[in-house]
Structure formats: structure tokens, C-alpha cells
């Protein structure tokens, strides 16, 4: 199973997805390694991305993942995968099934943090972008949706018991499509 942390810049996915890692003994995928040199100039310089600069991305960062999946059982991820379509993509690229962590934040928590970070090349400025292209994941998606106020520790309990609980389901619809 693949775990995709998502969320706006600086919602706390790579962090959670560290611990989330670590507790599930699963490597971590980050996927601000995977955007080519052209993007993150874009970003650095304030201008946000569109779908054409997030298409190879994905792709890039689910055959990795996938990979990963394949290797280890598991991999966690952080990816922001704003809009459905993106994570739809993101699944088609991994091949494994997958699960998304939403870390949801007030937009004044988000500036924030992205003002207290060193060193990213994602400016505040683009964090009201990133809020309005999010869409937030529907009922029919495997997503739960986390308050990224939490510590990054309860976070990874209350993510941990829910993946729990999913892993169980598709052992149970495995074992059905065996027998059927």
C-alpha cells in the first residue's frame, strides 16, 4: 500500500510522513525531490504551478513510489495532491493501492509556518494558490482527513490506527476476489 500525505505547503506532510515512516518501518518518499530544476524556478520566483509542470511530476514521483510498494509492502509519501485529478493520476502511476492523509490547517497556521521555514523554495505568496486549487477529497476517495494543528506524533496514531483498519479491508476483498 502506498500512503500519500497531502496537503498545502506547509500543512506539515513531510514531517508526518517522516514519523509515519519510521512507525510503520516503510521508507519515505519526499516528493518535492521529484519536480525537475524548471518547476522549482518557477515556484522560487512566485509563480504557481500548472497541470502541464505537475504531469511529469506525478508520474515520476508514482513510478517511484510504486516501486518502493513493490520492494517493501509499503511506502509513505508526501505529496500535495490539491485536486482529485492529481491524485488520480498519482494512483494510475503507483499501481498499488493507496490511501491519502489530508493535513488540513487553518490559512493563517499555514503562513505561518511557511514564513518560520528556511531554505524551501516555496514562497508564502503561493501558499493562497495552493488554497484555492485544493480540493478537498470526496467521500468515494480512500482519504481521511487529519487536523495538522496535532502533534506530529498524534497525527501518526490517528493515521496509523486508520491505515490499520484499511489494510484489513483489502485483506478481506483480496481473500473475496480469490474465492469468487
Known amino acids: 500500500m502506498a500512503v500519500v500525505i497531502m496537503g498545502v505547503s506547509g500543512s506539515g506532510k513531510s514531517t508526518l510522513g517522516t514519523v509515519l515512516a519510521q512507525a510503520l518501518g516503510a521508507p519515505f518518499v519526499e516528493g518535492d525531490s521529484f519536480h525537475d530544476a524548471a518547476a522549482v524556478a518557477k515556484m522560487r520566483s512566485g509563480h504557481p504551478l500548472d497541470d502541464a509542470d505537475r504531469w511529469p511530476w506525478l508520474d515520476r514521483l508514482g513510478a517511484a513510489v510504486g516501486a518502493a510498494v513493490r520492494a517493501e509492502g509499503v511506502a509513505v509519501v508526501a505529496c500535495s495532491a490539491l485536486r482529485r485529478i492529481y491524485r488520480d493520476r498519482l494512483i494510475a502511476a503507483i499501481g498499488q493501492p ?57 497525527l501518526c496514531a490517528a493515521a496509523t490506527a486508520w491505515l490499520t483498519a484499511e489494510a484489513a479491508g483489502l485483506r478481506t476483498q483480496t481473500a473475496a476476489a480469490r474465492s469468487s
Open 98 to 154: 493507496t490511501r491519502f492523509v489530508l493535513l488540513d490547517d487553518t490559512p493563517a497556521q499555514l503562513h505561518q509556518r511557511m514564513a518560520a521555514r528556511a531554505g524551501h523554495y516555496m514562497p508564502p505568496s503561493l501558499l493562497d494558490s495552493q488554497l484555492a486549487t485544493l480540493e478537498r477529497p470526496a467521500a468515494d476517495e480512500a482519504a481521511m482527513t487529519l487536523d495538522a494543528s496535532a502533534s506530529p506524533e498524534a
